[in-house]
């Protein structure tokens, strides 16, 4: 500790003290005051002993070993100029073809087993809309006799016989979507 805090502490300790001389008359209420001040001058002393013996350690120090504080230990970056860079043209690598179909072709083109179990509910009820004027269950029956046959070409030929006024040439009714379905029943694998 520096000679000012030493001050500071004596400063302190001199104000404890005649805080004391005026609770000597010794009543209950100031009773815990006068402990609690008696504590304080306590802590007071110990520092001012402590800060001594750290005053008298200090100054035992030879200058040979002792470093300026104000001073760094580790030696003092170097900060490069500032480089001028050669801008480079960068090239941008080209995309690299794709490997083959996504997993999304693949599976739209795979063999269907069975056309009935891969329509949804709402398949069923639009296609039956389309084909079988709402008919769901003449749906099912067309699919399960489209699925024995033996070609795409025969599936074509009954699929007109029972919707022949259908508009297949419209991408958005559907009809195309069920053709799409009924030729992947009869795809190579």
Not at 33 to 53: D, F
Not at 101 to 129: C, G, H, P, T, Y
Not at 135 to 148: F, I, Q, R, S
Request: net charge negative; glycine share 4%; aromatic share 4%.
């Amino acid at each position: 500790m520096s000679e000012s805090s030493l001050n500071h502490l004596q400063t302190a300790r001199t104000a404890l003290n005649e805080c004391q001389a005026l609770l000597a008359d010794e009543s209950p209420v100031w009773a815990d005051l006068h402990a609690t001040l008696h504590k304080a001058q306590q802590a007071i002393a110990v520092a001012e002993y402590c800060s001594k013996k750290a005053m008298d350690a200090s100054a035992s120090v030879t200058e040979s070993k002792s470093f300026p504080i104000h001073k760094p230990i580790a030696p003092e970056p170097v900060i490069p100029e500032s480089i001028v860079q050669e801008s480079e043209t960068t090239t941008e690598p080209e995309p690299l073809p794709a490997a083959g179909a996504s997993l999304a072709e693949r599976l739209s083109e795979q063999r269907l087993a069975s056309l009935k179990n891969s329509l949804s509910i709402n398949d069923r009820v639009r296609f039956a809309s389309l084909l079988t004027d709402g008919d769901v269950p003449a749906l099912l029956a067309l699919c399960g006799t489209l699925e024995k046959l033996q070609s795409f070409e025969a599936a074509q030929v009954l699929i007109l016989e029972t919707a022949g006024d259908l508009d297949w040439d419209d991408e958005e009714n559907g009809g195309v979507e069920f053709l799409a379905l009924v030729r992947r029943l009869f795809a190579i694998e």
